[in-house]
């Protein structure tokens, strides 16, 4: 299980965008919010360049189009068994992560069999500023 935040164990940075032009000033894996990917740019964007990327979405739509467009994570905050599901069925190549608050939150997790937790103080604190 990947576990993203929490202070005991070392994770790569996440740095939070909301254009094109932040990405070159991050370190680590830059994320947004799949509002904020209009027509998709953010997320062209990192695929055309190499650049690992998360992004917090609510679909299975969005599921199926960002694994098809090399996010490296998807961010969920509710009903992460079923977009983990999807991802083992067709074999897609992204994580799932599952927000939490609290490290008591990954033992339910951990038995719904998602691939990772990402504690929502960690997405919070890193901000890349324009």
């Known amino acids: 299980m990947i576990i993203v935040g929490y202070y005991a164990i070392a994770s790569e940075k996440f740095s939070k965008i909301n254009e094109i032009e932040e990405i070159e000033r991050t370190e680590g894996i830059v994320w947004f919010d ?5 027509m998709y740019s953010l997320s ?3 695929l055309q ?3 690992s990327y998360a992004v917090r ?4 739509k ?3 189009v960002y694994a098809s467009l090399g996010a490296k994570y998807v961010l969920l905050q ?8 999807i991802v083992e069925s067709y074999m ?3 994580k799932i992560l599952y927000i939490i608050e609290e490290i008591e939150e990954i033992e339910e997790i ?3 069999g998602i691939d990772g937790v990402i504690f929502e103080q960690f997405l919070e604190k890193d901000r890349v500023e324009g």
């Open 92 to 94: 897609l190549d992204v």
């Open 44 to 46: 062209r964007h990192c």
């Open 57 to 60: 979405i609510d679909s299975i």
């Open 110 to 112: 951990a038995q719904m």
């Open 78 to 85: 509710k009903a992460p068994e079923r977009y983990q599901k």
């Open 34 to 38: 799949v509002r904020d990917d209009k």
């Open 62 to 64: 969005d599921l199926l």
């Open 49 to 51: 360049n190499s650049v």
